[in-house]
């Protein structure tokens, strides 16, 4: 039966709980149907003397909704009172997370809006889908953000000019890490004792902590270079490199030439090199010179090609118009 072609070798992959509901008619079987998944149904049916294979989509379809709130206490509250839930409002937090801390800076009466998709399967509610407009306006200024696919199939929110709301960068590489010594052109090294320049940030951190690229970028450097022991150099646009030293090992596939994404783990905190005790040693280069990565401007991702932006435009036109609507009235009303 697995050899009926289409989507017959599911069956192959059967796993304790799945459910096959199979149809019998004087001991013999008629029909066999099994849940692929929450979209695809695969039916087997008899046909003669032989059966045939064929996979049922589910009718499913996407519909918008919102949810409008002020803040009182903190988003989760206030937004699990708008109807929104965790993963939403974890979501919604992380589309302006460069811009807004919202641990620090909610103010009581800030303003937020959502509109996003709720995906429906033969008339039920399936589950939620991603948010397709957000908006938050605290102590009068208003931020946007928009939903778009680009051209390379990538998602992300853009403001309604097409900008991306995603920072080139992100601030470091390590997380839960604590800076043990920072960026300082007179420092007085601790194995050397000489004065000589820290350019860059160390992050404290056990030995095989992973080690994430700070931004999009091609792999310029992977090896043992004496100081900085196991190092890898990423090569990103707009004549921006980073630096992370003391590695303990690479991640495997890590070599020259090879792409990498921003977030993506490229190795682990060791102590290799010059190090007195397991680190990251950090470092980010504008034009070749060394800048302080605590607190040098970070671009702002590339935006959008100008073909892109105006299939943006006329994409986006509708939901920015509808999310401005929104007032408060309108608490998650659609539902
Ligand atoms: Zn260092």
New binding site residues.
């Given amino acids: 039966m697995t050899r009926l072609g289409g989507d017959s070798p599911q069956l192959k992959k059967l796993k304790a709980g799945d459910v096959l509901n199979m149809r019998i008619v004087s001991g013999r079987l008629e029909e066999l149907t099994y849940a692929i998944d929450e979209m695809r149904t695969l039916s087997v049916r008899r046909r003669g003397v032989g059966y045939e294979s064929i996979t049922l989509s589910a009718a499913f379809e996407r519909r918008q909704a919102e949810s409008v709130g002020r803040i009182r206490s903190s988003l989760f509250a206030d937004g699990r009172k708008a109807g929104m839930s965790n993963r939403m409002i974890l979501e919604f937090a992380d589309i302006f997370g460069y811009d807004i801390d919202f641990a620090q800076d909610l103010q009581e009466g800030d303003r937020f809006a959502v509109i996003y998709e709720d995906i429906f399967k033969d008339g039920r509610k399936l589950r939620e889908g991603d948010i397709l407009a957000a908006e938050f306006t605290s102590q009068g200024k208003t931020y946007r953000a928009v939903r778009f696919v680009d051209a390379s199939g990538r998602a992300g929110y853009y403001t309604p000019a097409g900008e991306s709301l995603r920072k080139a960068f992100t601030r470091t590489p390590v997380d839960f890490a604590r800076i043990s010594?920072g960026f300082n052109l007179k420092r007085r090294h601790p194995i050397l004792n000489i004065i000589r320049a820290?350019?860059?940030?160390?992050y404290a951190a056990a030995t095989g902590t992973p080690v994430h690229t700070t931004g999009d970028g091609k792999i310029e450097f992977a090896g043992r270079k004496s100081g900085y022991g196991n190092v890898i150099v990423v090569r990103h646009s707009g004549n921006n490199q980073t630096l992370y030293?003391?590695l303990s090992r690479f991640k495997p596939g890590v070599r020259v030439g090879s792409k990498v994404r921003q977030g993506q783990i490229i190795g682990f905190v060791g102590s290799s090199g010059l190090?007195t005790a397991p680190?990251?040693?950090?470092?980010f280069l504008v034009n070749g010179l060394h800048k302080n990565p605590i607190t040098v401007t970070l671009p702002r991702a590339l935006p959008l090609s100008a073909q892109s932006l105006a299939q943006f435009r006329t994409l986006t036109a509708p939901l920015i118009a509808k999310i401005d609507a929104l007032d408060d009235g309108n608490v998650a009303s659609s539902r």
């Fill in positions: 010594s820290h350019k860059g940030v160390d030293a003391h190090a680190h990251l040693h950090y470092e």
